[in-house]
């Protein structure tokens, strides 16, 4: 049976695991892995763009961490929101709450919010990474797409963005500007009226990236 580390700053976790799952609390993947050399067949990293610090350091250290033979994969959604026929606007609240998140994210210089999955790719290689792949999907934020498959997906999405919303948007204003203030959660609540709105077409991209490291 395979060993799994998960990592995590907060003790969020449930109290019953799997046997063969270890948790390190506290273990901030900014700062020097804790973590044994040549020793991991997967290194797997899933929306955490917004909070690596320096992804050169991050990606030498999962390389690192991985035998050689490992691979490293990332889960990523890099940040907007994207129609193919128009009805995601400028005009739309989604829009304006998406363009003050990032506005706020921008005040803090050390995190790369523009990257782009060329970007990533490039980070992988430069730490020596091979044979990387590069996967992009699109994820409805609701359940308007006509296909089953791609409506469930929207579906659960939304059902995600309507419990994370405002909640996350208060922690960045805190961390941004010191403060919360009712007009950006009234911004907020806008935004997620237009989540739930079917007639707004709107998805965001997501790229599975992943590389190994060579034998």
Known sequence: MAHVIATDIAPIQ????????EVLLQHNFNREWNLPHNAFDLVFSRWNHLYITDWRMFLRQAYTALRPGGHVELHEE????????????????????TAWCQEAMLRFPQR??????????????????????????KVPVNGWPKDEKYKEIGRLNQA???????????????????????????LVRMAMADV???????????????????E
């Open 78 to 97: 890099l940040y907007g929101y994207y129609s193919d026929d128009g009805t995601y606007t400028p005009e739309t609240s989604l829009y304006h709450w």
């Open 112 to 137: 790369e919010v523009g990257l782009t999955s060329d970007g990533v790719v490039a980070y992988l290689r430069e730490a020596g990474f091979e044979q990387v792949v590069v996967r992009g999907y």
């Open 14 to 21: 449930p109290t019953v695991v799997p046997p063969n799952l």
């Open 160 to 186: 995600q963005l309507l419990m994370m919303a405002e909640g996350g948007t208060r922690v960045l204003m805190r961390k941004a500007y010191g403060r919360e203030d009712e007009e950006s959660m009234e």
């Open 196 to 214: 739930k709105n079917r007639a707004i077409h709107a998805y965001q991209r997501v790229y599975v990236i992943y590389g190994r490291k060579p």
